[in-house]
């Protein structure tokens, strides 16, 4: 009888556990979990409204991705909490450090999104390079009474292959963003104040692997070498790109940022745009998120997206299995 017992209690407990992913997350995530014994809930919940909400549902786990912030509030006054969950790379919007000091487990998912950021890097470098970005926006107006007039406009575009791309910050993401551009047959060189080399190894569709070592230089040397530039750096104090950057790079030069708002001086950005150092740029993100300046939306050197650097079914099954697992690991 007493084994029995136990038994049931342990399956109640299991149903008791509950993660709210607040800001969305997987059906295979989800489907991990549940048949972990877990309940998994989606609600949304607004960022004044989550404390009382963990509470009174005693949320075991929270999971979040850019979006929601799990400040020293949440961390001091949800008991229920054991686990903070960050769906992604960067976990700047949350107090890690702090809610590692109070006992809570706090896991992110450093590598399953690296691939789909660096596709969307190259998606907009090769959207620059073509002013792809700006033709899909004129053809609708004029493609039927300026046609020959467009076609000279944009007549003037570049070839990635034989190109430098520059790379700052070189873990996963920028590790992964240069083996794409490998792969275009461009020249990487890479600045990382925590590594001196990398071995990449790019995996081809027949089984065939080809392997690169890229020794890292210093940032000066990226900036001068870079006719295209990208950013895989975490949220820092200051600019990772402003005046003096910008200064130091060839004229022309293309730039990217999939990393985080507040690591390019956006001002200084548009600067140099205008005075033709920069040709064009794209930004993922924004020091303003989610309310970008309309300086920048309608400037036509840019190429915008709203933040969608992991947002591909691939990556987001790769996050919801792999938070999934860690989940299961600690709590089981």
Avoid: W
């Avoid at 909400?53 to 799990?70: E, F, H, P």
């Avoid at 039927?144 to 034989?162: M, P, Q, R, S, V």
């Avoid at 709203?306 to 079914?313: D, I």
């Amino acid at each position: 009888m007493d084994c029995g017992f136990e038994s049931l209690n342990h399956q109640n407990f299991k149903l008791k556990m509950k993660v709210l992913a607040n800001d969305g997350v997987s059906q295979s995530g989800i489907d991990a979990l549940e048949a972990a014994g877990f309940e998994v809930l989606t609600t949304t919940v607004a960022q004044e409204q989550l404390e009382n909400y963990i509470n009174d549902k005693g949320i075991t786990v929270l999971l979040v991705r850019s979006a929601t912030k799990v400040r020293k509030n949440i961390i001091d006054n949800c008991p229920s909490l054991k686990i903070i969950g960050r769906g992604g790379v960067g976990m700047d919007n949350i107090d890690v450090d702090y809610a590692r000091e109070k006992g809570l487990h706090v896991i992110n998912t450093p590598a399953a999104s690296s691939h789909s950021v660096a596709e969307l890097v190259f998606g907009h470098f090769y959207g620059l390079a073509r002013f792809l970005h700006n033709s899909n926006r004129d053809m609708p107006l004029e493609g039927d009474t300026n046609f020959k007039k467009l076609k000279k406009a944009y007549a003037k575009g570049i070839e990635l292959k034989g190109k430098t791309l520059g790379v700052l910050g070189f873990g996963r993401i920028g590790q992964a963003t240069a083996k794409v551009a490998i792969g275009s047959g461009m020249k990487v060189v890479a600045f990382d104040p925590y590594m001196d080399e990398a071995n990449l190894e790019l995996e081809f569709f027949d089984g065939q692997k080809v392997n690169f070592n890229i020794k890292t230089v210093s940032k000066e040397d990226v900036l001068k070498q870079a006719d295209f530039l990208t950013l895989h750096v975490p949220a820092q104090k200051e600019y990772v790109i402003d005046e003096k950057e910008f200064s130091q790079m060839k004229d022309g030069v293309i730039i990217a940022n999939a990393a985080r708002g507040g690591v390019v001086n956006e001002v200084a950005l548009v600067k140099a745009i205008e005075t033709g150092k920069v040709a064009g740029a794209a930004l993922d993100v924004f020091e303003k998120e989610p309310e970008p300046e309309m300086g920048l939306l309608m400037n036509p050197a840019l190429s915008l997206t709203p933040h969608t650097g992991a947002a591909t079914n691939e990556a987001q099954d790769r996050i919801g299995e792999e938070l999934a697992s860690q989940i299961i690991s600690i709590l089981k």
